[in-house]
C-alpha cells in the first residue's frame, strides 16, 4: 500500500459528459502529480500542485483542470469527454520537489481507469 | 520543454539472460528516478540516482548516471520471470519529474 488513495476506481461515462478524479496523497506530502496512461502507453504527465498551488504543467488538454485543495487533496476535472479519453489515471504524490540529496520519489495510487462509451 | 526517451519499448529476453534499457533527457536533471509497473499494477519506486557517474545496485539490478547527468541506465544480469513489467526512468527538473515511455520487460522460460 503506497499511502496515496484513488478513487473512484473505475468509471464509465459516454461522450460528452464530465466526470471528476480523487487523489488522497500521502500524508505528509505536499507534491501532487497527476499522470495519463492509455492502453500500452507510458506515462503522460498532467499537472503538479505543491502545496495548493500549480507548479508544473505538462501536456493536459483545456477540457481538463485540476485542483489542491488545503488539506491537501486533489481532484482532477475531465470534461466534455471523448473516447480517446479512455485511460487510467494515475496520482502520485512526493514529499517535495525540491533539492537534489532528499528523498523525491512520487507515490502512485492505484489508478482511476476511465472508460469512454 | 523537458523531454525523457528511453529506449528500447520493449524488450523480449530469455531467462538468465541479461539486458539494458537506456533513458536520455534533453535537459540536465536534479536526479533520476527509476520505477518498476507489474502488468495491472501501479508504478513503484525502485532507486533514486542523485550524483553525475553515480552507481547503485539492488541485487541483479545495476544503475547509472552519466556524468553530464543527462542519460542514466537500468542494466539487468540473469534475467527471472519475477523481472517481468515495464520499467520507467523519470527525471526531476524544475519540480517537474517527467517520465520516459517505459520499457515492457517480457521473459521467455
Known sequence: DSGVTQTPKHLITATGQ???????????DLSVYWYQQSLDQGLQFLIQYYN????????????FSAQQFPDLHSELNL?????????????AS????????GRTEAFFGQGTRLTVV | GQQVMQIPQYQHVQEGED????????????NIQWYK??????????????????????KRLTFQFGEAKKNSS?????????DVGTYFCAGLRDYKLSFGAGTTVTVRA
Not at chain 1, 512526493?94 to 540529496?101: A, F, I, K, M, N
Not at chain 2, 537500468?74 to 519475477?82: F, K, N, S, V
Open chain 1, 18 to 28: 464530465r466526470v471528476t478524479l480523487r487523489c488522497s496523497p500521502r500524508s505528509g
Open chain 1, 52 to 63: 495548493g498551488e500549480e507548479r508544473a504543467k505538462g501536456n493536459i488538454l483545456e477540457r
Open chain 1, 79 to 91: 470534461s466534455s469527454l471523448e473516447l480517446g479519453d479512455s485511460a487510467l489515471y494515475f496520482c
Open chain 1, 94 to 101: 512526493s514529499v517535495t520537489p525540491r533539492g537534489t540529496g
Open chain 2, 19 to 30: 539486458f539494458t534499457t537506456y533513458c536520455n533527457s534533453s535537459t540536465t536533471l536534479s
Open chain 2, 37 to 58: 509497473q507489474r502488468p495491472g499494477g501501479h508504478p513503484v519506486f525502485l532507486i533514486q540516482l542523485v550524483k553525475s557517474g553515480e552507481v547503485k545496485k539492488q
Open chain 2, 74 to 82: 537500468l542494466h539487468i544480469t540473469a534475467t527471472q520471470t519475477t
